[in-house]
């Protein structure tokens, strides 16, 4: 069975993204695969700093988060829209969690992983140009991203206070994502 790890670039309590990013996971469940839903804010850790990194080596959260990536063979990720980009928060755990230790293969916790984005915003754009540079950055790493995405405007409008996608529209195209996602994975898998 496949292994889907399902997270979002925000770590604030009542986040859009987290709430869009578990509504995924659902549609991944139904989509056949096991999915393991974290959030960011269990994971702090420091901004990433080289000569901290020499001295020290990776923090044992961003391990931990690397560890999750490098166990599952799929990701799950709806990201904030900062000024048009990713939160640095999601930037920085992607960095530290391309940082190799001991016998790890280099970017072990990526490559050939398929990636699922999503963006949930308040806003009428949906967080539409956070989707552009995540996608290159995932596959910079040697992630395969689906063609599917998606983003959600309006998204506050969209969910229940209980973080439930009321939205039908966005619910298929949750579906959709998450099946490719689901088979991409299984074939990679073989
Ligand atoms: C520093 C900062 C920059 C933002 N820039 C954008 C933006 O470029 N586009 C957008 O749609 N929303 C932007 N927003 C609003 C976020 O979409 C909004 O805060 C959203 O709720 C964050 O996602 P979350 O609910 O998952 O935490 C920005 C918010 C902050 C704090």
Redesign the pocket.
Known sequence: MVKVLAF?G?T?SG????ALVENAADAAREAGAEVTVINLADYAMPIFNQDEEDEYGIPERAQAFKQLLIDHDAFLIAS?????SYPAVLKNAIDWASRKAGDEAVLAAYKNKVVGLMA????A?G?M?VLVVLRMLMQNLMCVVTPAQVSVAKAADKLTDAGKLTDDTVKKQLANLASQVVSMAEKLKD
């Open positions: 979002s925000s604030r986040s859009l993204n987290q904030p829209e900062y000024n048009s949930a915003s308040p806003g754009l967080g140009r």
